[in-house]
Structures are given as structure tokens and as C-alpha cells.
């Protein structure tokens, strides 16, 4: 029983099995266990003539010098301007893509790994310095239980983000990206500036938050005395802090004028100062709480704001009593015990601590859940800092995941434990003691560690030093890329050298210095870096729910609801912390993100929220009416051509309309379904508004959304070049035509016609710069009992291209969908498959690639080279490799190419008999090699008989590999040069021996858009040779 629309069974095509002499395609012998391979056929070529053994074959007549030398002669015209895939990844393997941020153009990349890559500069984060200065007054004010809570959204934000992050490293992109190109690769110039631009803010306000904590540091606790600036209470401090923050801000800046070595040998710096501190305190608590040292113990003092006093020794059962004042006075560090963990464990309102030293009013400022939660989140501003030196890891795909989740992992960890040990240690009235002043000048956590008390201290201040070196260095190269993107007003002298880009990133933290204090600083810094996490949770987010060919992420974690949850924690966090704060961080994002969508900033492959406007652009064409048709390896958008049939009545190929469904995923995109009547359009008019709702009516049953255009012109072969041509509105054009293979041309009044007519469509659309889909193996759709015309007789399933005849849809079916990479670039042929993925139907298939090593490749390399290549389009394929040496023409091929030449010749003579049009001059000798004389030869053209070897070398490759897949998609190739005496039936007999044996096949040729001229820029392969 035949099904409407749906693929036929292998081999069914009437077209091609018909006998029709002098045809041979019904003629080739079967295969036998005696017929030699074509490795024995080598073998006993290379053999002959000694005795082996072998009967040697002598070859045909008119052969000398064509033989086997060229495997792929299918494709020899356009070798020159499309290479094979061979030749084009031995170009590419030497690139080394440098981002719009790196230092140098001409030093080799290095080959980072994960810790020094991703985990250290993540590490490189401000937690030092919270730890020290402001997590015990965190956990005095909050509680374990609040400062537990802060801890967790903490490490939840982080994980989060960490995983949307993971997902744009393993979305397929070439790991010579920096940082903003990473980001705008994978979520779009718009999305990826957004963040870029909040990002290089957050960064500038990190590096003042590390030099006003550096200040502090000073000024508080390592020499009070240099407080020489004017001001009382508390405005001489926020003076002081203005004065010598930007003394250490400048010493950061002639810092990041070191060399790149320099840099990298301090880098460990910061985690090694972060680990310090964490150890001192956990070594100190383990001290305390087994050597306790009750001779030299504080107590608490009676009254609050009373300095600490000496503890009285025990005293015996009998002894009179000490002093009322003193009865009963706890040890301010007692070591880790359940008793001060149960005092600590709740929230304490805000009051002024134990001697909070020149600022008593500060001492007790806000402590709120909000305030609180301000001061810890800059320890979770490191997170994004694992891709910024992505450019120089040896696999992005691997480090970036592993590095930034277990980086987020340890920050989060190390803050809990911290707070969870000073909750147990320490009683909470000397918690409170924001500045230390009842300890002489020392930090609360410096008087719980061991061995030596300053260790934490020093430990802050690398971590200090460190992460604002970072910032400096990260941020200038954010605004260095975002100045070469030429997308937003920046001056051009910041997209050249390191100084400017390093300047303006100072004067820029300058601003958050003259704040003057951390305690202010802070929640502006966590609103900023809050809003780049939310702007790259909120993109992956949108990217899973708006699939797109360009995203597919291999992370085993990312779902679209991870990031998701993701910017709704960042948005809350946000609104906690600053409301007002994050409504200006939230405008300058939004700003940003317009203002680069207005100017429509072109990215790499991938840039799925573009996608969105060329959507909108349907109804507000004006918008994108002087931008460029997007290249059909973003997305193709389809002209689909069709026979109009007669209305009502579908269009006899309707499994065109359902593949086009299918491709564009239900409406997404743009599809023309276009038809042509001859005739006058007077008297044709009637019969074309019918052909138009008869192609509505194919539409809208196949689950398309798109758009018909019907022509009427006296010559049909004109109205099908118009059409290709004029359809469309400025950017809303189609960038692809897909059309059927012509059935039953052979047995058309005309052949020679029918294959003129069909080559001159396929010279058309390529002249016009659209790419070819072509469709082949379909059978025409029959009557089916009880089911109407044109509808599916499968529930759920469009009729159309069907991978698994009999499967249901969501049953993982027993196909495949292969593809066969043999020359050019091979963008458009590697995203068809993900499109159809994205259907039900193709859902379930396994997807896997193919090319074609020839004797002079290296195989092994080859297929490394082609995982490479998979992993960075993010192609969920399996990559083969397949051998096709060299072969000798058999007496099949000889005497096919020599029957299809007569065939040709006597349809000319029987087109002159009948009174066509005779040649005009004699044909020349390229003519006659191409078998177009009007004279008969003595035997085969060499140029045809090297096409029909080439293509069944190819065929039998295919048939052997993917017989039994579900769809085979193959590089089309070139339609024949327009030549007067060259007959075109030649070209649809090659590509017939081609694909025969075959199922569902679909051709595919790029146009001008995704052509190789500019493959250089898209691949880096321009100035480099081959090896």
C-alpha cells in the first residue's frame, strides 16, 4: 500500500527501474562472490605481468590516460574554488584563532589546562577579602543560620550561572575565542554585548572594591597612624580610603603594565592567599578545640563596649567568690564548642559592637538580610572569570565545565565552613566588633588562627591583589573586544595596544573608589555582577526555549530550565540587595542590548536570537528593509517549487511541502512556496487564485506557515527564473530553493528538454546565490483507501519525508540520517541535520558523517581532524572516514558511459528530423572530448567515462555505508558549464548512477552566501598552506 508523500521502498522508483533501451541502468551485472573487489582489482593490476597467478585485464578501447586517477571527477570543475574536505581541514589545522582580545598576533597559543586555565582565575575572586573584614560581623549580625542562608544562594547563584556558562563553552565554538566572542558566538552579538558591557563594569568595581579593602587593610589594622587626611569620625575614614585606594589602584594599573609572563606567575597568587586564610582559621579552631589555653583567655566584659577582660583562674569548690562583675564571664574565644553554636544561631539585631573604634555609628550600620547578603556576594563575581582565557586553554569544551563548577563548588564550601567555625568559636558580642579594636588592632579571624595570627591578614591581602589585578587586566580586554566589535560609540584608540583599554578601565574603577568605602562599594558590585549573571542565564534560557540550529550544548547538565532558575535567582538576589541598584543596572543592560539590536551586529554561525527579529520582520519589514539576507547556514529560509496541479487538488509533490515543515520546525523561518502556469494572464487568472488556496491548503496540512507566489508567464522556464530571483522583501528573502528531482524524464516526449529545463533551473538559482536543496528518492503519491488526498494515513505524522516507514513519531527509529561530506565547506550540509532533529519525526535518528580520504590521505589524521570540526559546529555525530583509492574502468562502466553517449546522440538526430534547431558552427575538440559532436565516435568520451567511474566508485562507498539509512544528504555536484553542444541529460544520468540503490537522498549545494571566498574569515584558513 502506498503512502501519500511518504518515501518509497529502495529501489522503487519507476523512473529508474523502467527498461528502457538503449539505457543500461537496468543492464549492470549482479555482484558475485567471484567478482573481485576493487582492493583485489588493485592488487591483481599491480601484480600482472610476472606470473602471478592473475589473468590480466586489458582495458577498453579510447582509454589511455583515463583510468582511476580521479575518484571524484563528479566535482573536478569546481575543485579549484571548493576543496575537498581533506584540503580544507589540513588549511584549518594550523590556524591558530586569536580573540579581539589578545595581547599578541603572532604568538603560538598555549595549551593552558584546567586549573591554571579556568579554576585559578575563577578562584581570583574577592572571598579573601570578605572573609576577613566582613564575615564575622556577617555572622554576628546574621546568625550561622542567616550567614548559612546567604552562603547557600551564594553557592546556588554560582553553580547556576557555572552551568549556563558550560553550556556556551560545549555549544561547538572554535576555542581561539576570547571571552566576549565566546559569549556573542553563542548567544548572539546582542545578548553577548549585554553581558560584555555589565561584565566590564563589574570587573572595574572589583578591582576598587580590592583596593578600598586593600586601605581598610592598611589603615585599620596594619598602620593606623597613616589616617593623615582630613576629616572626623566617619568622614576622615571614607577621606583616608578615597586617598589611598587610588594610591593602590594606581599601583594595580603599573602592575598590569607587566609582561603577559609576569602576570601568569603571579596568577597562583590569589587562590594560594584565599587557601592561606581558610587553613589558618580551620587549623586555629582545631587548636583551640583540643589544646585549650585557659592562662591566657579573654572574657566577655559585663556591659557591651567595655574592652576585653583577662579570665579569672578556676577556683576551688570551697574558695569565696571572685567579684560580682565577674561571676560567670565567658571566654570570648572559646574554641569550637554546641554552646556557642547555639547562642550564635540566630539573628541578633543590629547594635553597635565591642569597641567599634572611631565609627561607632558605623559599627551598628545596616544590618539587614539585604546588607548582609550586599557584603558576601562579590566572592561569587569570579565565576564568569573561567572563560577569560579561553583563548588560550587546549579544550574549552572540558575545562571550561569542570573548572568553573568545581571553582563554584570550592567558593561556596569555603564560605560556609568559614562561617559555620566562627559561629562555633567565637561568642557573638565579640562577632560583632566590626574593626577589631577590642583585640589591639586585630582582625577577629586573625585571633582564631594558628600558628601565626597575621596569616589570615596576609592571605587577604594576596586575594586582594589578585583579584583586583584580574579585574583590571579581564576588564580592559571586555572593552578592548567590545571597541573592535565597532557596535557601540567607543573610540577606535581603544581597540588598539593595552594602554587605553587599561586607562579607561581605571578611571572607571576611579568612580567606585570615590565611594570610599567597601561597606557602600559593595552592593553596587553585586548588583553588577548579579546582572552579567543574569544576562547569561537569561540567553541560554531563551536559547533552549527557542531552539535554533546554532545551539546545542553538550554539557549533560544544562537544561533551559537550569538557566532559567538561574536569572530568576539573580533577579531576586538583585532586587534584595539594592532595589535602586538593580534598576539602573537592569536600564544599563536593557540599553546596551537595544542599542546593539539596533545596530545588528553580525556574529559567527549560531546567532540564534537574530533569529527572532527576522521573524518580527514579517510584520514590520521596514525594520530590516537595508539589512543583508541572513547566509543559508544560519538558517535556510526555503523557496519551495512545486507543479500548482489542478485545484482543488494538492500539488502532486507534497512531500517537498512537509520536508520544508519540517526543516523550518513549525513555522519558524521563512517559507515561499512558489509554482508557475503558462499561458496568458488574462486567461490564466481563475486557474492561479485556485493554485494559490490549493498551495495554502498543502501549507497548512503539512504544519507549514509561509507564504505563495504563482506566476503566470507564456514561457515556463522564464517565470521559474523570476521567481527564483524576485521573491521576497529586503531581508525577508529566501536564501535557499528546494525542489524535486525530475521523475520520469527519460520517458518525457523530450528528455533532452526535460534535463535542459532542470540544469537551467539548478545554473539559475546558483547565478542568483541561493542555495540547492534537491530532493530525490520520493515516489509520487497514490491513492490510499480511505483516506482523503493529501492527508497522512500515519496519525501524527506529516506527510512527507518519512526516516522509518511503520515507526510512530517518538520511537527512536532504526535509520539514520548520514551525511556525506566530500568538498567545500560543508556548513549548510552539517545543519540540515540538526534542523530535522528538531522535528519529531528525526528526533530519534542517529546522525552520522562521512568523507572520502583518497590514496594520498591520511586517514587517522583526517578523522581527527574531522572530530575537531564535529565538536565545534556542535554536530552529535559519529565521524567515519572512508578509503576510496584508486580503481581501474571496468567493461560495465565502459560500455554504460557508451550507451548513455549514443542514447544522447540519437535524440539530437531524431530533434533534427523532426525539425529543430541544427548547431549553428562545428563543434570543438572540448566538445567532441564531451561526447556533443554530431558525428559518431569510435567510443566513449575519457571525460565521461571518468564521471560514470567516478560516481559509481562513489555510489557503491554510499551504498555500503548507508544503505539502510533513514535520509542520505550529499554535496550536489556542479551542474555542467553552459556550453552550446554539451548535453545535459549527461549530468542527470551521472547523478542517477549516483544515488543508485539509495533511499531518501537530498542534494545539497551552497550558495553565494555561504561560499568559499570566504571561508578565510569563517575558518582562518586564508595565508596558511597546506602542510
Known amino acids: 500500500m502506498a503512502v501519500p508523500g511518504a518515501w518509497p521502498p529502495r529501489g522503487a522508483e519507476p523512473s529508474d527501474s523502467s527498461p528502457e533501451p538503449p539505457s543500461p541502468s537496468s543492464s549492470r551485472p549482479p555482484l558475485s562472490d567471484s567478482s573481485p573487489s576493487p582492493t583485489e582489482t588493485t592488487a591483481t593490476q599491480c601484480g600482472r605481468g610476472q606470473g602471478g597467478g592473475a589473468r590480466a585485464r586489458h582495458a577498453p578501447p579510447n582509454l589511455a590516460g583515463v583510468g582511476g586517477e580521479r575518484p571524484l571527477a563528479l566535482f573536478e570543475e569546481e575543485l579549484a574554488t571548493r576543496p575537498r574536505v581533506p584540503a580544507l581541514l589540513r588549511r584549518m589545522a594550523p590556524y591558530s584563532a586569536l580573540s579581539p582580545d589578545s595581547d599578541c598576533g603572532t604568538a603560538q597559543r598555549r595549551a593552558l589546562g584546567t586549573f591554571q586555565g579556568v579554576v585559578a582565575p575563577s578562584l581570583q575572586s574577592l572571598l579573601g577579602l570578605v572573609l576577613l573584614l566582613r564575615l564575622p560581623w556577617v555572622v554576628g549580625h546574621g546568625g550561622v543560620l542567616g550567614t548559612a542562608a546567604i552562603g547557600v544562594l551564594l553557592g546556588a547563584c554560582m553553580l547556576l550561572t557555572a552551568v549556563s556558562l558550560s553550556a556556551v563553552a560545549t555549544n561547538g565554538l572554535d576555542p581561539g575565542g576570547g571571552a566576549l566572542s565566546l559569549l556573542s558566538g553563542a548567544l548572539g552579538p546582542e545578548a553577548g554585548g549585554a553581558v560584555g558591557v555589565c561584565g566590564f563594569l563589574s570587573a572595574a568595581f572589583t578591582c576598587a572594591a580590592a583596593a578600598l579593602g586593600g586601605a581598610e587593610l592598611l589603615l585599620v589594622y596594619l598602620s593606623p597612624g597613616w589616617a593623615v587626611l582630613p576629616g572626623r569620625g566617619r568622614w576622615g575614614r ?9 594610591g593602590l589602584l594606581a599601583l594595580l594599573g603599573a602592575g598590569s603594565l607587566a609582561p603577559p609572563r609576569v602576570h601568569a606567575i603571579a596568577a597562583p597568587l590569589g587562590p594560594a592567599g584565599l587557601l592561606l586564610a581558610l587553613l589558618a582559621l580551620q587549623a ?30 578556676p577556683e576551688p569548690p570551697n574558695a569565696s567568690r571572685g567579684p560580682p562583675g565577674q561571676q560567670g564571664a565567658l571566654p570570648a574565644l572559646p574554641g569550637p564548642s554546641a554552646g556557642v553554636l547555639a547562642r550564635n544561631l540566630w539573628p541578633r539585631p543590629s547594635e553597635a559592637g565591642l569597641g567599634a573604634g572611631p565609627d561607632q555609628e558605623e559599627g551598628g550600620a545596616d544590618a539587614s538580610f539585604g546588607a548582609l547578603l550586599g557584603l558576601s556576594l562579590p566572592s561569587a563575581a569570579g565565576v564568569l572569570w573561567g572563560c577569560s582565557r579561553c583563548s588560550e586553554l587546549g579544550d574549552v569544551a572540558r575545562s571550561v565545565p569542570a573548572g568553573s563548577l568545581g571553582a563554584a563548588m570550592a567558593t561556596a564550601l569555603g564560605y560556609l565552613s568559614a562561617a559555620l567555625l566562627l559561629g562555633a568559636s567565637v561568642e557573638g558580642q565579640l562577632l560583632r566588633d566590626k574593626f ?20 589570615p591578614v596576609l592571605g587577604a591581602g594576596l586575594s586582594a591583589g589578585g583579584a583586583g589585578l584580574q579585574a583590571l587586566l579581564g576588564g580592559s580586554r571586555l572593552l578592548r573586544a567590545l571597541a573592535r566589535t565597532r557596535a557601540l560609540p567607543l573610540p577606535r584608540a581603544l581597540s588598539r595596544g593595552r594602554l587605553w583599554p587599561l586607562l579607561v578601565t581605571l578611571l572607571t574603577a576611579a568612580l567606585g573608589v570615590l565611594l570610599g568605602s567597601l561597606d557602600l562599594l559593595a552592593p553596587v558590585l553585586s548588583v553588577l555582577c548579579l546582572t552579567s549573571h543574569l544576562g547569561l542565564n537569561l540567553a541560554c534560557a531563551l536559547q533552549g526555549l527557542l531552539p535554533t540550529a546554532g545551539w546545542s550544548p553538550r554539557c549533560p547538565l544544562y537544561h533551559w530550565s537550569v538557566s532559567l532558575a538561574g536569572a530568576l535567582l539573580c533577579l531576586s538576589l538583585m532586587f534584595v540587595t539594592c532595589w535602586h541598584c538593580a534598576l539602573l543596572a537592569l536600564g544599563i543592560g536593557a540599553t546596551a542590548y537595544k542599542y546593539l539590536e539596533f545596530r545588528s551586529a553580525q556574529s559567527e554561525w549560531g546567532e540564534g536570537l537574530r533569529g527572532l527579529s527576522l521573524s518580527a520582520a514579517r510584520l514590520a519589514l521596514l525594520r530590516l528593509e537595508d539589512g543583508r539576507p541572513p547566509p543559508p547556514s544560519l538558517r535556510p529560509q526555503l523557496l519551495v517549487l512545486s507543479k500548482p496541479g489542478d485545484p482543488p487538488g494538492p500539488p502532486p509533490r507534497p512531500e517537498l511541502v512537509a520536508l520544508a515543515a519540517q526543516l523550518q520546525g513549525g513555522g519558524r523561518g521563512l517559507t515561499v512556496l512558489g509554482a508557475v502556469l503558462g499561458g ?3 486567461e490564466e487568472l481563475p486557474r492561479a487564485r485556485g493554485a ?13 506557515r509561509g507564504f505563495v507566489q504563482v506566476l503566470v508567464t ?9 521567481l527564483v530571483q524576485g521573491v521576497g522583501l529586503g531581508a525577508l528573502r529566501p536564501n535557499t530553493v528546494l525542489l524535486g528531482w525530475p521523475r520520469r524524464w527519460r520517458q518525457q516526449p523530450d528528455p533532452a528538454r526535460a534535463a535542459r529545463d532542470f540544469v537551467e533551473l539548478l545554473r539559475v538559482a546558483g547565478a542568483a546565490g541561493r542555495a540547492l536543496l534537491v530532493s530525490k528518492g520520493g515516489a509520487e503519491p497514490g491513492p490510499v483507501p480511505g483516506v ?3 492527508v497522512s494515513p500515519v496519525p501524527g505524522l506529516s506527510p512527507g519525508v518519512s526516516p522509518c516507514p511503520g515507526v510512530s513519531p517518538g520511537v527512536s527509529p532504526g535509520g539514520s540520517l548520514d551525511v556525506w561530506w566530500v568538498v567545500g565547506t560543508g556548513r549548510l550540509l552539517t545543519l540540515l541535520p540538526l534542523l530535522l532533529r528538531q522535528h519529531p519525526v528525526w528526533r530519534g535518528c542517529p546522525l552520522r558523517l562521512f568523507t572520502v580520504a583518497l590514496l594520498e590521505d591520511n586517514s587517522e589524521r583526517l578523522r581527527r581532524l574531522l572530530e575537531a570540526v564535529v565538536r565545534r559546529r556542535g554536530l552529535p555525530a559519529q565521524v567515519h572516514v572512508v578509503e576510496l583509492h584508486d580503481g581501474a574502468v571496468s567493461d560495465y562502466t565502459y560500455e554504460r558511459t557508451l550507451m548513455m553517449e549514443q542514447r544522447s546522440q540519437m535524440l539530437r538526430q531524431l530533434r533534427r528530423a523532426q525539425g529543430g534547431p541544427a548547431p549553428s558552427h562545428p563543434p570543438s575538440a572540448a566538445e567532441e572530448d564531451e561526447g556533443g559532436g554530431g558525428e559518431p565516435r569510435r567510443g566513449p568520451s575519457p571525460g565521461n567515462v571518468r564521471r560514470m567511474h567516478a560516481a559509481e566508485r562513489l555510489n557503491a562507498a554510499i551504498l555500503a555505508h548507508s544503505g539502510g539509512a533513514g535520509l542520505v544528504l550529499l554535496d550536489l555536484p556542479p551542474p555542467p558549464p553552459p ?14 548512477v549516483l544515488t543508485e540503490g539509495l533511499g531518501p537522498v537530498l542534494l545539497v549545494r551552497d550558495g553565494d552566501g555561504d561560499g568559499d571566498g570566504d571561508q578565510c574569515s569563517q575558518y582562518g584558513t586564508g595565508e596558511t598552506g597546506e602542510p
Open 680 to 682: 496568458a494572464l488574462h
Open 238 to 246: 571614607l577621606n583616608n580610603g578615597r586617598g589611598y585606594g587610588a
Open 692 to 704: 494559490e488556496k490549493a498551495l495554502r491548503v498543502a501549507l497548512s496540512r503539512a504544519g507549514a
Open 788 to 790: 482523503s488526498p493529501g
Open 436 to 455: 577589631g579594636a577590642t583585640l589591639g588592632g586585630v582582625p577577629v579571624l586573625a585571633a582564631v588562627a594558628w600558628p601565626w595570627p597575621w596569616l
Open 284 to 313: 586555629g579552631s582545631l587548636r583551640h578545640a583540643l589544646r585549650p589555653d585557659p592562662a591566657h583567655a579573654l572574657c566577655l566584659p559585663p556591659r557591651p563596649g567595655d574592652p576585653l577582660l583577662p579570665c579569672s583562674p
Open 979 to 992: 556550453r552550446p553542444h554539451r548535453p545535459r541529460e549527461n549530468y542527470l544520468e551521472f547523478l542517477e
Open 714 to 722: 507564456p514561457e515556463p522556464g522564464a517565470g521559474l527564473a523570476a
